[in-house]
């Protein structure tokens, strides 16, 4: 069976699939020794399949899924599409036509992963998706097996480059969001519509991902609470910086005795952190575990070969499982069913930056509205300005997202208060 080649269909000839289509092709040789066989792509299914591409024959185009699934020869579906439909459809009826799949898809993972890994395992199938979170950086497997023995209790990650990106010009050249925004848009970091990725939609996918394979229990995507990037300043980013610390757009989930928690928003972290230098549109996870202690992952998380990379690999575990009869062996991880904590039940530490009267017993008038609160200070810049408003920073103690936002309320509606202009969590 190893001289036999092991055929597979890609669905779609996007900017990744057009990267698994050469990065296939550059590995050609190699794989009967690497995968234990030839793999040969058969169909690739397009929109057009009369419109050339350039590289690509011509005779492996097809706009018709039947072609794929009726295919008895096809054993490895490869999915690269994107959205949910028709993407959901055809996993599904792959799997049900006893087919293996390989997808990039965070959206649907992100949603429909459970009910879909439980597919696979009835129909004994592989389900491999390494590439729907961080690009080329390998973590859904390490998850999987090489931490298995441990109880994961924390990860936490720059899991988008856009944002990352966005963060780091702020950063480095004293940019303004809108303009770093502008260069990343310039330089292809950021789509047309970045919603996505500025909002934190895209980063809360792929912690929704990370949380259920770690934790054994089933996270989905409306279980995030999400926060962008769009009303950070470069103000912020200094202050931060005159207090020891860089602001990043993290996803955390962390596994607490309540619960789970599971959310995507701005952080001030501190500047020897790990995390703190990882710049541009690298990725990076962090994960801690009882046996390991603390890990990190870091490489590129998107772009053609990058994520490429992750698809082939996922090819190639799934054709070595093919030739040893074994596929399907790993499957939903999920046998846990633990709460979702509410983003309200979160503790955290706080960064507020207020406008505020420039005058005396402002500051006094502050920290008491804090303290009634039960919310207790850790450090205080205060920025004074020749005109009737002054800046007063702020960096709370630990404290119930509920008691903080009870505080802002009253702040908010004070006449010394003139308005509260950034609130950011502190890890």
């Not at 690269?80 to 799997?95: R, S, V, W």
């Not at 993972?109 to 459970?114: D, L, P, Q, W």
């Not at 969001?177 to 934190?200: H, M």
């Amino acid at each position: 069976m190893a001289n036999k080649p092991i055929k597979i269909a890609l669905l779609g000839l996007g900017t990744v699939g057009t990267g698994v289509y050469k990065l296939l092709s550059m590995r050609a040789d190699d794989m009967p020794q690497i995968a234990g066989a030839p793999i040969e792509i058969s169909h690739i299914l397009v929109r057009n399949a009369s419109k050339p591409r350039s590289g690509v024959e011509t005779a492996l185009l097809t706009d018709n899924w039947n072609d794929i699934i009726s295919d008895p020869e096809v054993s490895i579906v490869v999915e690269l599409m994107g959205g949910i439909e028709p993407a959901h459809t055809y996993i599904k009826e792959a799997l049900q036509a006893n087919k293996n799949v390989v997808t990039a898809n965070k959206d649907l993972i992100a949603v429909h992963g459970g009910e879909l890994l439980d597919l696979a395992e009835e129909h004994h199938c592989d389900l491999q998706f390494e590439a729907s979170v961080a690009g080329a950086i390998p973590i859904i497997h390490p998850l999987k097996q090489s931490l298995a023995g441990n109880r994961i209790t924390e990860i936490m990650g720059i899991v988008n480059g856009t944002t990352n990106y966005i963060l780091t010009r702020m950063t480095e050249d004293g940019m303004e969001f809108s303009e770093a925004l502008a260069k990343a848009t310039e330089l292809g970091y950021a789509e047309a519509d970045p919603t996505a990725d500025i909002e934190g939609y895209d980063a809360g996918r792929k912690v929704a991902i990370m949380a259920s394979i770690a934790f054994h229990s089933r996270v989905t995507f409306d279980d995030v609470f999400t926060e962008g990037i769009t009303n950070i300043q470069a103000r912020d980013i200094r202050y931060a910086k005159e207090m020891g610390k860089a602001v990043k757009l993290l996803g955390v989930a962390c596994n607490t005795d309540e619960g789970i928690e599971v959310r995507v928003h701005p952080m001030l972290i501190p500047s020897s952190h790990p995390l703190a230098t990882v710049n541009n549109a690298f990725n990076a996870v962090f994960v801690h575990g009882d046996a390991l202690d603390d890990a990190m992952f870091m490489g590129r998380g998107a772009g053609e070969l990058p994520t490429a990379s992750a698809v082939t690999g996922d090819i190639i575990d799934t054709a070595r499982n093919i030739l040893m009869h074994c596929t399907g062996r790993i499957g939903c991880t999920c046998y846990k069913k633990l709460p979702i904590k509410k983003m309200e039940d979160i503790k955290s530490k706080y960064y507020l930056r207020l406008e505020v009267e420039n005058r005396m017993g402002v500051l006094a008038g502050v920290t008491g509205v804090l303290g009634n609160n039960g919310v207790s200070i850790s450090q205080v810049l205060q920025k004074a300005s020749d005109t009737d408003s002054a800046e007063l920073v702020v960096i709370t103690d630990t404290v119930r997202e509920r008691h903080i936002r009870d505080a802002l309320t009253i702040l908010s509606n004070m006449s010394m208060v003139h308005k509260i202009a950034s609130v950011i969590r502190v890890y």
